[in-house]
């Protein structure tokens, strides 16, 4: 649940919200924002899903889209983000693009995410605003860049022969390397019960899969699932739809 009391300036198309005591700001992972009723994805910007792994400096599998969600939580620690609205995306309508940014600060999140590593330029929306960031985490092996990663897009994408990027990829490891950034088997996240598998059947919906609740039939046979979800509107947004055979009106159990 989103802990924000939220203003809006009709006229700048501003977000505005303010922490309540004792709260802390929800952010769900690949770079978005839940701000009240509002749920924001950081513009310009291609951040880990929550179940992305990456591998770190010591070539061991780490859950870097868990690190990416704590590190905007971090960055927020607590205080009022204002968020400029650039409109609804793209990709689901449930969800809006924004540059945000912390009270007393004059770099957003966006760029400041970018910056430190966990995520990465992302064209066409960013026009090149983040590139000098992008290049200067590579450089300095910050975030994600230490270790070994796929872009966040051809992670959504299941593309498992996508371009290994990091300062730690090894050109004689490129098959084990793989094989941990797509396991067989991913442990479920905290919280995050929804499975997907990628399905071919599912683009004649235009989707790339679909997801599977607790409440589905087909959910216990689903036993090796591509990906992990938190909420169904996460499924929606990564391109997945709901499996048919799902029950009605019941919702997983966290």
């Not at 009022?80 to 600060?105: P, Q, Y």
């Not at 992008?134 to 897009?153: H, I, M, S, Y």
Request: aromatic share 8%.
């Amino acid at each position: 649940m989103a802990c924000f009391g939220l203003l809006v300036d009709f006229e700048l198309g501003d977000v505005f919200s303010q922490p309540r005591p004792g709260c802390q700001p929800d952010c769900p992972g690949r770079g978005t924002l839940e701000l009240a009723d509002a749920t924001y994805r950081l513009d310009g910007i291609d951040a880990p899903a929550f179940d992305q792994i990456c591998i770190d400096d010591h070539a061991d599998s780490w859950t870097c889209g868990v690190e990416a969600r704590d590190q905007l939580a971090s960055l927020i620690g607590g205080r009022a983000v204002r968020c400029e609205d650039l409109g609804v995306d793209a990709t689901t309508r449930k969800r809006h693009v924004g540059l945000c940014t912390v009270e007393g600060e004059t770099t957003s999140l966006n760029q400041l995410l970018v910056r430190q590593g966990f995520a990465l330029n992302f064209e066409p929306s960013a026009k090149g605003r983040f590139r000098e960031d992008e290049a200067g985490a590579k450089d300095n092996r910050r975030g994600l860049w230490k270790g070994c990663f796929v872009a966040p897009q051809e992670f959504r994408a299941g593309r498992k022969d996508g371009a290994l990027l990091g300062g730690s990829c090894r050109t004689d490891k490129d098959r084990e390397i793989r094989a941990a950034l797509f396991p067989e088997e991913s442990a479920m996240p905290s919280g995050c019960s929804i499975k997907g598998k990628f399905a071919v059947r599912a683009r004649v919906t235009g989707n790339v899969g679909i997801y599977h609740l607790q409440a589905c039939r087909s959910y216990p046979a689903i036993t090796k699932p591509d990906r992990w979800f938190c909420s169904e509107d996460d499924a929606q947004a990564a391109g997945f739809r709901k499996a048919y055979n799902c029950r009605a009106n019941v919702h997983p159990r966290m």
